[in-house]
């Protein structure tokens, strides 16, 4: 059984940092890309950012410059740091992987950014 779990949210001032981790279980992940999906209030879920099994990685233009993605395959967890927070960023950040036709997500962890 895959499970995902993200922790690392919380409250922080826009112009802060957090730092999100998704750690799996279940299966080793380092075959796969893993993702990085948010969901604000009364919005669509919308993709943040991906890293490949190869450590190739591509953001949303919302994010690039101040998010990075990174992976440790040993650890079998994805990291997200977020730096220069912004309002807009307040949303549940859910970790993502889709392997062998099957897609996975975490539960998600809230970041909410106060202006």
């Known amino acids: 059984q895959v499970q995902l779990v993200e922790s690392g949210g919380g409250l922080v001032q826009a112009g802060g940092s957090l730092r999100l981790s998704c750690a799996g279980s279940g299966r080793t992940f380092d075959s796969y890309a893993m993702d990085w999906f948010r969901q604000a209030p009364g919005k669509a879920r919308e993709f943040v950012a991906t890293?490949?099994?190869?450590?190739?990685?591509v953001y949303a233009d919302s994010v690039k410059g101040r998010f990075t993605i990174s992976r440790d395959n040993a650890k079998n967890t994805v990291y997200l740091q977020m730096n220069s927070l912004k309002p807009e960023d307040t949303a549940v950040y859910y970790c993502h992987s889709r392997q062998g036709g099957m897609d996975y997500w975490g539960k998600g962890t809230l970041v909410t950014v106060s202006s």
């Open positions: 890293i490949g099994w190869r450590g190739i990685t």
